[in-house]
């Protein structure tokens, strides 16, 4: 069982850097293939990055590739994600997610897999 809660996010004018993180509960927080989603008014939820329980392996959506970097700390029980170069079209709600090993790493990018998401958080990027 892992209980996720998001923070750090708020209004950012365009160009500008932002950091989120993702904190866990749970003894077996490093087990977990850990990913970020978000949600755009209007908009389905969509993948934004992964990374892999073991050997830290990462994986982003084109969108945000070279802008934005995920990073865990398995002794903190932390995730973040940091951003920069961030677009009014970075705006929405971004949500922290985990999913158990045993589904396996090709998985990452399906929403459906993940059985433990945190509340969320709003990212507001201004022009």
């Known amino acids: 069982q892992v209980h996720l809660g998001e923070s750090g996010g708020g209004l950012v004018q365009a160009g500008g850097s932002l950091t989120l993180s993702c904190a866990a509960s749970g003894r077996t927080f490093s087990t977990y293939n850990l990913a970020w989603f978000r949600q755009s008014p209007g908009k389905e939820r969509e993948f934004v990055a992964a990374?892999?329980?073991?050997?830290?392996?990462?994986d982003y959506a084109d969108s945000v590739k070279g802008r934005f970097t995920i990073s865990r700390d398995n002794t903190k029980n932390t995730m973040s994600l940091q951003m920069s170069s961030l677009k009014p079209e970075d705006t929405a709600i971004y949500y922290c997610a985990a999913a158990d090993r045993t589904w396996g790493w090709a998985i990452r990018r399906t929403q459906e897999r993940f059985g433990y998401w945190g509340q969320g958080t709003q990212v507001t990027v201004s022009s």
């Open positions: 990374i892999s329980w073991g050997s830290g392996v990462a």
